[in-house]
């Protein structure tokens, strides 16, 4: 059979899930320590206010960071924050925390871009395998995921067939 560029995307997909959750990771990391960054920078005072009567505050999910080279970029929290600056939630950043935060940026940035560019060439090098055959032979870790040939078509009673015909 032969392989679609679809396929050869879905195939790449496939073989790149424990890089891709790599990446996650390294994200899942930069967001937790600007989330504990921001939280560590709330007064004991509003946190525990907040606690008991949460519905007088707004809360939201990402924080802006806009200076140390940061502009105005977004960051999804990994919980609930309470808002610094009317709705919106602003970190104040010192040397070190900036320092800390552009390192875990760029660090995923980095892995994230490098994902990309090897998505693009597998996808490439598997469409250009063309068939089952060649993946098989060339590539070998993508056969697992090839789907099951089509060779088990329905097979026709003949005999069944022409008993109707009579």
């Known amino acids: 059979?032969?392989?679609?560029?679809?396929?050869?995307?879905?195939?790449?997909?496939?073989?790149?899930?424990?890089?891709?959750e790599q990446v996650s990771k390294l994200r899942k990391e930069y967001e937790e320590y600007v989330t504990a960054a921001y939280i560590s920078q709330t007064p004991k005072e509003i946190l525990s206010a907040y606690a008991k009567h949460p519905e007088?505050?707004?809360?939201?999910?990402?924080?802006?960071?806009?200076?140390k080279?940061?502009?105005?970029?977004?960051?999804?929290?990994?919980?609930?924050?309470?808002?610094?600056?009317?709705?919106g939630a602003n970190l104040t950043l010192s040397d070190k925390v900036a320092h800390k935060a552009k390192m875990l940026q760029n660090k995923w940035q980095s892995a994230k871009d490098k994902l990309r560019e090897l998505?693009?060439?597998?996808?490439?090098?598997?469409f250009n395998l063309r068939t089952y055959a060649s993946v098989q032979k060339n590539l070998p870790e993508a056969a697992p995921f090839l789907p099951k040939d089509a060779t088990m078509s329905l097979m026709i009673n003949y005999d069944a067939l022409r008993k109707e015909l009579k």
Do not use: D, H, P
Not at 69 to 87: A, D, H, L, M, P
Not at 119 to 126: M, N, Y
């Open 56 to 67: 007088w505050f707004y809360t939201r999910n990402s924080i802006t960071l806009n200076e």
């Open 1 to 20: 059979m032969r392989i679609t560029k679809q396929l050869a995307e879905e195939l790449a997909t496939k073989l790149l899930t424990t890089k891709q």
């Open 69 to 87: 080279g940061f502009r105005y970029e977004s960051v999804t929290t990994t919980s609930q924050i309470i808002c610094n600056s009317g709705t």
């Open 119 to 126: 998505k693009t060439k597998l996808e490439l090098a598997l």
